[in-house]
């Protein structure tokens, strides 16, 4: 859940970014001007698109323009300055496209610094529209229809107030996600030390292998011996097949020689019978809930050797 509320916020960011530079170049001027490019028009390219500049008649664009585009070289493109209101965003775009013009900057009809996407249909348009603050629009308005003032569209990414808020929340859901992974991992394995400490006394040890083959092993003949754990191997729970490998800790318990090795090897360092430690024979874990209530002794009979070897006394009545 925290993975899709990232990846949507981060998407929000990004449309929020999407924006360009409209910078005047002129002998001894250059100026530079923030703007928010329009959601239904095509995006600015990495190299930038420039243009001579012109104002719209009527300024708002809310009618067909009764300045058209210049036709100069196609390498002089040019562009019409319009004022917000009276219209919506895509009537004044599509009426400057079909005066002939290649981008349109409309600026605001009112004093705020706060920038919005321009939104409508992007069906059948394919000039550029920006929109910036009244003030730039005000400044770009006195040069207007100057032929050596260029106006340049670069592309680039301005950060708005509702992009900065979006990207703090989505930095504090990355280090809350961060950091409640790190304590659940940490809670975890301490949870893990405490269980194996009070199994084993040992924590997460593990018997070294040339002590495990240094323990006695014997071929399964299927005769019951004095400390056999009966005809079951405890670790997986399947009967001892003739001719299988036991191996035989130094509490007397027999278990498969694979089954045992792994236990000891990977997963704890006790008897899973009596829960003595194999590496002494004669260490006793801390008591625990899973301790046995009576400690094994040679004459004690383990349970799975009463299930298997306890005589079953039937009772007839006649």
């Not at 390498?75 to 002939?100: D, H, M, T, W």
């Not at 005589?311 to 009545?317: D, G």
Request: aromatic share 8%; charged share 20%; with cysteine.
């Amino acid at each position: 859940m925290n993975g899709s509320w990232i990846t949507i916020l981060s998407l929000l960011v990004i449309s929020q970014l999407a924006s360009s530079k409209v910078t005047l170049i002129g002998k001894n001027t250059f100026l530079s001007f923030d703007d928010v490019e329009a959601n239904f028009t095509p995006v600015v390219r990495r190299s930038g698109e420039y243009g001579l500049l012109y104002a719209a008649e009527p300024l708002d664009a809310c009618s067909y323009l009764t300045n058209m585009a210049e036709k100069g070289s196609k390498f002089r493109p040019s562009y019409v300055l319009i004022v917000r209101g009276g219209c919506s965003f895509e009537e004044k775009i599509r009426n400057a496209q079909e005066a002939g013009y290649k981008a349109a900057i409309v600026y605001n009809d009112r004093y705020e610094e706060l920038l919005v996407r321009m939104a409508g249909n992007s069906s059948g348009v394919y000039i550029h529209g920006v929109l910036v603050t009244r003030t730039s629009g005000e400044v770009l308005k006195e040069y207007t229809s100057r032929a050596e003032m260029e106006l340049l569209l670069i592309p680039g990414f301005g950060i708005s107030s509702w992009s900065i808020m979006a990207i703090t929340f989505v930095s504090l859901l990355v280090i809350s996600a961060v950091l409640a992974s790190y304590f659940s991992v940490r809670r975890h394995r301490i949870r893990q030390h405490v269980r194996d400490l009070h199994h084993g006394g040992q924590g997460h040890s593990r018997m070294p292998k040339d002590l495990l083959q240094s323990m006695p092993t014997e071929v399964y003949t299927g005769v019951l011996e004095e400390g056999s754990t009966s005809v079951t191997c405890a670790i997986c729970i399947d009967d001892y097949r003739v001719g299988e490998i036991l191996r035989i800790l130094p509490c007397k318990h027999k278990y498969h020689a694979v089954c045992i090795d792994s236990w000891l090897g990977r997963c704890r360092s006790f008897c899973p019978v009596c829960k003595q430690n194999p590496r002494t024979g004669n260490d006793v874990p801390p008591a625990s809930e899973t301790t046995p209530l009576i400690s094994p002794g040679p004459n004690s009979i383990t349970s799975l050797q009463s299930f298997y070897d306890l005589p079953i006394v039937v009772r007839v009545y006649l």
